[in-house]
């Protein structure tokens, strides 16, 4: 499953992009789809 987040909302949530992927709070990363460097 991919989650796509506004940059506000990753942001309030406290991820942090990793590789192509959300890192959460719990450390945790899940998948990112439609990223700078993916729509690029």
Sequence with gaps: MRYLL???LQDRMGC???SGKVKIRNGLCKL???T???AE
């Design 16 to 18: 942090i992009p990793c």
């Design 6 to 8: 506004p940059s506000i």
């Design 32 to 34: 990112w789809s439609t």
């Design 36 to 38: 700078v460097s993916d």
